[in-house]
């Protein structure tokens, strides 16, 4: 007997990394799932996966930018199911430009709308029958640089995942008496397909002490899994052993500058 049988869950960005990691586990545990990210084919492998193992499992390509996507999202999970019990909000997305002084409003606007408007707005969507069955689990897979900014994260994504963060809070705060759990992750540097869009890709050297996508995943199902009466509010995790990151900085410094401006 797996510890989420009879539940739902729809977890977004789950096509690679992290996302895809806890959709595997989820199902393991016997929830029925509903996975979302922009490709549909690394969406279609994963459903595969899960349904070779006896799993049940469905997917949708879903833009986070954009509203109507979303509200189609919510739409197709609530017509399927009648429900979302567990959502998971891991789709994330970071400019190539990472200074204050470069960064564009269009590249702006897309980090925001990815990590932290699309993910409000899918939620929204799903409370009213969360709220209606007197509890559900919303978690958010923040990042550590909404802690702490910096060029490794980059100017447009720590405000982004800050203002998801306190989006959390508020929810949390609002909403847990209704038995609406509400629980944030923020990882550091994890060994995913995101860090493909830094200004300077890490090398296998630089990915070999940080953590897996698993790692994070774990923790996801551990806020999933607890008893309804239990919230984990915030987990950070970070990798054991720290790396230097001083080249990564100066690269993401200069990314995006004009020729010959320092």
Same mark, same amino acid.
Do not use: C
């Given at each position: 007997?797996?510890?989420?049988?009879?539940?739902?869950?729809?977890?977004?960005? @789950?096509?690679?990394?992290?996302?895809?990691?806890?959709?595997?586990?989820?199902?393991?545990?016997?929830?029925?799932?509903?996975?979302? =990210?922009?490709?549909?084919?690394?969406?279609?492998?994963?459903?595969?996966?899960?349904?070779?193992?006896?799993?049940?499992?469905?997917?949708?390509?879903? &833009?986070?930018?954009?509203?109507?996507?979303?509200?189609?999202?919510?739409?197709?999970?609530?017509?399927?199911?009648?429900?979302?019990?567990?959502?998971?909000?891991?789709? =994330?997305?970071?400019?190539?430009?990472?200074?204050?002084?470069?960064?564009?409003?269009?590249?702006? &606007?897309?980090?925001?709308?990815?990590?932290?408007?699309?993910?409000?707005?899918?939620?929204?969507?799903?409370? +009213?029958?969360?709220?209606?069955?007197g509890e559900g689990?919303?978690?958010?897979?923040?990042?550590?640089?909404?802690?702490? =900014?910096?060029?490794?994260?980059?100017?447009?994504?720590?405000?982004?995942?800050? @203002?998801?963060?306190?989006?959390?809070?508020?929810?949390? =705060?609002?909403?847990?008496?209704?038995?609406?759990?509400?629980? #944030?992750?923020?990882?550091?540097?994890?060994?995913t397909p995101i860090?493909?869009?830094r200004p300077l890709? +890490?090398?296998?050297?630089?990915?070999?002490?940080?953590?897996? +996508?698993?790692?994070?995943?774990?923790?996801?199902?551990?806020?999933?899994?607890? +008893? @309804?009466?239990?919230?984990?509010?915030?987990?950070?995790? #970070?990798?054991?052993?720290?790396?230097? #990151? #001083?080249?990564?900085?100066?690269?993401?410094?200069? @990314?995006?500058?004009?020729?010959?401006?320092?």
């Amino acid at each position: 007997m797996g510890k989420l049988d009879g539940k739902v869950a729809l977890i977004t960005g @789950a096509g690679t990394g992290i996302g895809r990691s806890a959709a595997l586990m989820f199902a393991e545990e016997g929830a029925e799932l509903v996975i979302a =990210g922009r490709r549909k084919a690394p969406l279609d492998q994963v459903v595969a996966e899960i349904t070779a193992a006896g799993g049940k499992a469905t997917a949708m390509s879903t &833009d986070m930018e954009d509203q109507a996507s979303v509200e189609a999202l919510a739409d197709y999970a609530l017509e399927k199911h009648g429900r979302i019990d567990i959502l998971v909000n891991n789709a =994330g997305h970071s400019s190539k430009v990472r200074s204050a002084r470069w960064i564009s409003r269009e590249e702006w &606007d897309s980090v925001i709308a990815v990590n932290a408007s699309g993910p409000a707005m899918l939620t929204k969507a799903l409370l +009213p029958a969360m709220l209606e069955a007197g509890e559900g689990t919303v978690i958010l897979v923040s990042s550590m640089a909404a802690l702490r =900014g910096g060029l490794l994260g980059g100017i447009a994504y720590g405000p982004a995942k800050a @203002a998801a963060k306190n989006y959390m809070d508020s929810l949390r =705060g609002e909403l847990r008496q209704r038995g609406i759990r509400a629980t #944030t992750i923020y990882p550091a540097e994890v060994d995913t397909p995101i860090l493909n869009n830094r200004p300077l890709v +890490p090398d296998a050297e630089a990915r070999s002490t940080m953590m897996g +996508p698993e790692d994070i995943a774990e923790g996801i199902l551990l806020a999933a899994t607890l +008893p @309804a009466r239990t919230m984990i509010d915030d987990m950070t995790f #970070t990798p054991t052993i720290q790396r230097d #990151t #001083t080249r990564d900085v100066e690269v993401a410094r200069r @990314a995006g500058a004009p020729e010959g401006v320092e």
